[in-house]
């Protein structure tokens, strides 16, 4: 029982608290998190990447 008591405590908190993980909307890119703030250029970095590689794939495979 300490367990569930434990988990409702921390979604309580969580919720109430209303900024977990920059939920408030501070800052550029609707964060102040650094996590958050580097998450979208993380991202878009990665999906550039494999479809610039998928372009060259494409390429050397035609060739």
């Given amino acids: 029982m300490i367990e569930f008591n434990f988990i409702?405590?921390?979604l309580d908190l969580v919720f109430l608290q209303g900024d977990l993980l920059g939920l408030r909307g501070e800052?550029?890119?609707g964060?102040?998190?650094?996590?958050?703030?580097?998450?979208?250029p993380s991202a878009l970095g990665i999906i550039g990447f494999?479809?610039?590689?998928?372009?060259f794939n494409a390429g050397v495979r035609k060739n």
């Fill in 8 to 10: 409702l405590n921390f």
């Fill in 27 to 29: 800052g550029p890119l």
């Fill in 31 to 40: 964060s102040a998190d650094p996590i958050v703030k580097g998450m979208l």
């Fill in 50 to 55: 494999s479809i610039m590689l998928n372009l």
